[in-house]
């Protein structure tokens, strides 16, 4: 079946320490997003990409960087610069154009111990 | 910038009623897409439904209808007959068309089904 896998689903970290959260999709989407969700917050855009080797910077992109070298894959790694790393991320995957609607993966809890 | 606004941070329902969800958005664009998304205590995202700006019609998608305003920039969610699976956080969405692919949310609210 086609879908969105993350990974991990939980993680903990130490406080200066680079992370990085996986997110592969098998559905031939062009498009790919970060979410991060915090209490009370919504959903806020990390980063987006709408193709292979290109991405835009999102609401609060400070602290994050992400990479698109592959079609499937795009991965998010929340650095030691981020000051508030703890959230719940979620990554999705749309074709290109207004119409489309977003395929969610599970989310990954990152913990900043 | 476009900016989705939900002013009801909780709503609660009593099973077999309606309730309906606001949402707000701002934008100078003509032609965009608004999405209605359910966030169930799994965290699992899923669409409840969507409306094309230039359709006047509203959407509609079994228990779930919208009330689209153009002119207002509103779009709320109505939930008819409320079950006890419809207990989620629910947020409104925005995407414009064929320009970039950004999709703005707003920040959710939360609906608890009581039995």
């Known amino acids: 079946d086609g879908g969105i896998t993350q990974s991990p689903k939980y993680l903990f970290r130490k406080e200066g320490q680079n992370v990085t959260l996986s997110c592969e999709q098998n559905?031939?989407?062009?498009?790919m997003y970060w979410y991060r969700q915090d209490p009370g917050q919504g959903l806020r855009l990390i980063y987006y990409?709408?193709?292979?080797?290109?991405?835009q910077k999102g609401d609060i992109a400070e602290g994050y960087s992400v990479s698109r070298e592959k079609k499937e894959s795009f991965p998010l790694t929340v650095t030691s610069a981020q000051k508030n790393p703890t959230a719940f991320y979620l990554c999705?995957?749309?074709?290109?154009?207004?119409?489309?609607?977003?395929?969610f993966g599970a989310g990954s809890r990152l913990t900043v111990l | 910038a476009q900016t989705v606004t939900q002013s009801q941070p909780e709503m609660s329902v009593q099973e077999a009623e309606t309730v309906t969800l606001s949402c707000t958005y701002d934008t100078s664009e003509s032609d965009y897409y608004l999405f209605w998304y359910k966030q169930p205590p799994s965290r699992q995202m899923i669409l409840v439904i969507r409306q094309e700006a230039y359709k006047q019609q509203n959407a509609t998608e079994n228990r779930f209808s919208v009330n689209f305003q153009k002119a207002a920039k509103s779009f709320s969610l109505k939930i008819s007959d409320s079950q006890l699976g419809d207990a989620a956080m629910y947020f409104c969405a925005y995407r414009r068309s064929n320009r970039d692919d950004k999709i703005i949310f707003g920040k959710g609210t939360r609906l608890h089904i009581l039995p």
């Open positions: 559905l031939n989407h062009d498009a």
């Open positions: 999705a995957s749309s074709d290109r154009g207004g119409a489309n609607v977003l395929t």
């Open positions: 990409s709408q193709i292979v080797n290109d991405f």
